[in-house]
């Protein structure tokens, strides 16, 4: 079996690492997989000797959140949280639904292209979906493009029939995306991967160029879609995938790293597949001693900190509960991060959530941790997924930026369908 032997680029000790066969993982233009370290999964502080804290199990198919920060919902969590929604939640009338979310007929950054050549692109297309456009070398017409966790479908529910529907329309439909480089995504949620859109994604004529990053254990989930098993790449918390764009449109560094959250498409796959957050560095060659350029990372779902199951469920601004070391951890290993894709979404009642989904005041901290210059606020807008009103995240992520001395310029939202640019190095 053909194995390949690369070096730990992290600041980590230096040490050889034998990666997954090359059969299953390269594409042609994937090189490698590297293997790093973090201190806040480290081997010996989980529950399975020799793995990493995170593993649940020898085989890599179950996962756990490996700090205090993290809380498991009890049965009687559940029960509460069940009981609180049928009491609170209520459809959101439709005029607070249009004067809130206008949405806009995406161009993904085409009025830029010329203008703004050196900035980073990000269209929002609605929760937690994105298509990122880096910075184009000077000869070439568009620079990498990644599509982060695309769900174009009404319900996002194992059912076309019942589950949350959108209250607001998607922007845009697959066909209508442009050709990508990169597809990843951050976990198995329906509202972030949604197979009805991954199969018309994988449709389009251009699709069989796409590389496909995954976490652990979630390549399988794909098997229906069309994409080739041979696209897909799977990555544990802090591995990267070096990818070489081709064309000269250069190489892009996709780095898993941890979230806290938890993962299940049905009953009985509770925590089988990992979820992860996704650093992106542009690099100008394969070389493994070559710099990184352009920094965006996507928290993908995440919660920060957990409060105690008895906190009221209206409570925010709490410091008295441990934050999850992981983001501080990403800041010191990779800030500054030109741009953070953050979720401010899905956070009542706050007892049971915030173990799972950030509230506002969650991320601007998480910001901080990170060492990002900027960010965009993401996971809001799309589904009635908890109880807070459909206004309720903007309005509490002006008071947290207040709180914590953020402007709207470096933690800002997009309007849905809106590209916006955003600098490098400053
Ligand atoms: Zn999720």
């Known amino acids: ?16 690492h034998t990666i997954r066969p090359i059969s299953n993982m390269i594409t042609p233009s994937v090189l490698a997989v590297h293997k790093a370290d973090g201190a806040s999964t480290r081997e010996g502080q989980g529950p399975i000797a020799g793995k990493p804290a995170h593993w649940g199990n020898k085989q890599g198919t179950l996962f756990d959140n490996p700090w205090d920060s993290w809380r498991d919902a009890s049965a009687g969590d559940i029960f509460g949280m069940f009981a609180h929604s049928f009491r609170e939640m209520k459809s959101p009338p439709s005029s607070e639904v249009v004067r809130h979310f206008p949405i806009r007929v995406p161009d993904f950054g085409a009025s830029f292209q010329d203008s703004h050549p050196a900035e980073i692109k990000a269209t929002w297309l609605g929760h937690a979906c994105f298509l990122i456009e880096f910075p184009r070398e000077p000869d070439q017409d568009r620079g990498i493009r990644i599509l982060i966790d695309p769900v174009f479908s009404n319900r996002c529910s194992p059912f076309s029939f019942m589950g949350p529907s959108r209250f607001t329309p998607a922007p845009c439909q697959a066909a209508d995306i442009p050709e990508i480089d990169v597809l990843v995504l951050s976990h198995n949620h329906y509202d972030h991967m949604d197979l009805p859109t991954l199969k018309a994604l994988a449709s389009k004529p251009e699709s069989s160029h796409v590389r496909i990053v995954v976490p652990l254990n979630n390549a399988h989930h794909l098997a229906s879609t069309g994409f080739a098993s041979k696209q897909i790449t799977e990555l544990d918390w802090w591995e990267s995938a070096d990818v070489d764009i081709g064309s000269g449109k250069g190489v892009i560094r996709i780095g898993a790293k941890p979230a806290q959250h938890m993962t299940a498409r049905g009953i009985s796959d509770r925590k089988k597949s990992l979820w992860a957050s996704f650093l992106f560095e542009t690099r100008p060659s394969l070389e493994p001693s070559s710099p990184s350029g352009v920094k965006v990372y996507f928290t993908g779902d995440t919660g920060y900190s957990a409060l105690s199951p008895s906190a009221d469920p209206d409570s925010h601004f709490t410091t008295d509960t441990p934050v999850c070391p992981a983001f501080r951890e990403i800041g010191e290993k990779h800030g500054p991060i030109d741009l953070a894709l953050v979720p401010v979404g899905a956070y009542r009642p706050r007892a049971f959530m915030s173990p799972l989904h950030c509230d506002p005041w969650d991320a601007v901290r998480l910001f901080k941790d990170i060492k990002a210059k900027r960010a965009i606020a993401m996971h809001y807008g799309v589904w009635q997924l908890t109880t807070e009103t ?37």
């Open 1 to 16: 079996m053909l194995r390949l032997r690369v070096l730990s680029w992290a600041d980590s000790a230096i040490r050889p």
């Open 390 to 426: 459909i206004d309720e995240p903007v309005r509490l992520l002006a008071e947290s930026r207040d709180r914590l001395g953020v402007t709207e310029e470096e933690f800002g939202t997009l309007e849905i369908g809106q590209t916006g640019v955003y600098p490098v190095g400053k």
